[in-house]
Each structure stands twice: as C-alpha cells, then as structure tokens.
C-alpha cells in the first residue's frame, strides 16, 4: 500500500491492543495513556502517529499490520474485505461486489502483501478470540457501550476480496490459536511465518 501521500485516516479512531501489544508499546511510551477493558486496551487517538507517520511502524500493532483488510462475519460465512476509507481503495456503490486482483495491483497491494495481510488478521483474530472468552458478562457490555459511542458512520460498502464459509475461517483461526498456545512468548513474526508455511504452502 503506498501510504506516502496520505493524510492517514486509518490512524485517527479507534486502536484496539492485544495484552502483549500493549506491554510493548509501553516500553517504548511509559506515560500512554490509554482505555482498558478487560484485558483490551484501546487508545484513542493513537499518540504514534506524527506528522501523518507512523513513529513504531516496524513495530506496529497488528490490526495496522493487517489493515486495510477486515473480516465481516455473516451467518454462515466470512467476508473479507477492504475499507473504503483507505483511499487507494474503491467505494463500491453496495452490495458485495468482489474485487479482481488486477484491482488489488493498481491500489498497491501484492499477492504478497495481501497474504500478509490476511495471515495477520488471522493471528489478530486468534487473540481477540482468546480474550473475549476471558470477558467477563460486565466488560462485554462495557464493550458494546463503547463501541457504540465510537462507531463511525459507514456511508458505503467495502470492497470485497473473498467470500469463504464461516467453518473454513474458523478451522485457520484455531490452528493459529493452537500455534500460540503452543509457544505463547513466540513474536507475532515467527508465529506468521509458521502460519504461512502450514496454511500457503503446505496444502
Ligand atoms: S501504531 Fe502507527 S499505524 Fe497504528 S494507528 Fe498508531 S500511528 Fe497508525
Ligand atoms: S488510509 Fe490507507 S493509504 Fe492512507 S495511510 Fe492508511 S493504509 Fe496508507
């Protein structure tokens, strides 16, 4: 993604840290100030960004890693998608209208960076799933109430790049959980590339 121009719209919202992304980030910024709930932490706006740069981005979190891909969960399958707000990315005048790789070349995004993108999601969604079961009845509704004082409009559709069904997804999301169960201290790097090689290239 060529982000050398842009104003970074990704990084004014809302940045959710997973327990370990939040101990690393604040080594590097002792006095971070931050919202928790249960072991999310959130930051709001994100006190990286300077002059419309990332000042960690080698050591950014994963949901910038991965974006502008997200997942979008229906009744029996996954969606995943591209936000719009990024700007390289097209504003699809609704429904769920799929992208062809030519048009994730022209935005800048490689197969290459594409499947690092969705390997990321994936570890992202593995930690995200391990702490939402440690949620408490209280902190999920803490949750909800903030995330519906923060929620952003959405004023179009996503551009969608692939449609696979809900146990498919979730079948990936487990063997990541397995691997970090398997080796909880593993950086997310080498966690990644074990991903890569068991769900890309082994099959
Ligand atoms: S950590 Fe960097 S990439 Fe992520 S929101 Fe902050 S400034 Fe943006
Ligand atoms: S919105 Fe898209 S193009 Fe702009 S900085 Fe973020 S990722 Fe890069």
């Given at each position: 993604m060529n982000c050398a121009s842009c104003p970074a719209p990704c990084c004014r919202n809302v940045l959710y840290l997973t327990p370990r992304e939040f101990e690393q980030l604040r080594k590097k910024k002792p006095a971070l100030k931050y919202t928790r709930i249960g072991d999310v932490t959130i930051l709001t706006p994100c006190p990286f960004l300077v002059?419309?740069?990332?000042?960690?981005?080698?050591?950014?979190?994963?949901?910038c890693v991965r974006y502008p891909l997200n997942v979008q969960y229906r009744e029996k399958s996954v969606v995943i998608v591209l936000h719009f707000k990024c700007p390289p990315v097209p504003k699809l005048a609704g429904g769920d209208q799929m992208l062809a790789p030519v048009e994730l070349e022209r935005m800048g995004i490689s197969q290459g960076e594409y499947r690092k993108m969705f390997v990321t999601n994936l570890?992202?969604?593995?930690?995200?799933?391990?702490?939402?079961?440690?949620?408490?009845?209280?902190?999920?509704?803490?949750?909800?109430?903030?995330?519906?004082?923060?929620?952003?409009?959405?004023?179009?559709?996503?551009?969608?790049?692939?449609?696979?069904?809900?146990?498919?997804?979730?079948?990936?999301?487990?063997?990541?959980?397995?691997?970090?169960?398997?080796?909880?201290?593993?950086?997310?790097?080498?966690?990644?590339?074990?991903?890569?090689r068991k769900l890309l290239f082994e099959q």
């Open positions: 002059e419309n740069r990332c000042a960690i981005y080698a050591d950014r979190p994963l949901a570890i992202l969604d593995a930690e995200i799933g391990r702490v939402w079961k440690n949620f408490t009845l209280k902190e999920r509704n803490k949750m909800r109430i903030f995330e519906a004082k923060t929620k952003q409009p959405n004023p179009g559709a996503d551009a969608v790049i692939a449609v696979m069904p809900l146990e498919t997804y979730a079948d990936l999301v487990q063997t990541v959980e397995d691997l970090l169960d398997a080796d909880p201290g593993a950086p997310y790097e080498s966690i990644a590339q074990k991903v890569q």
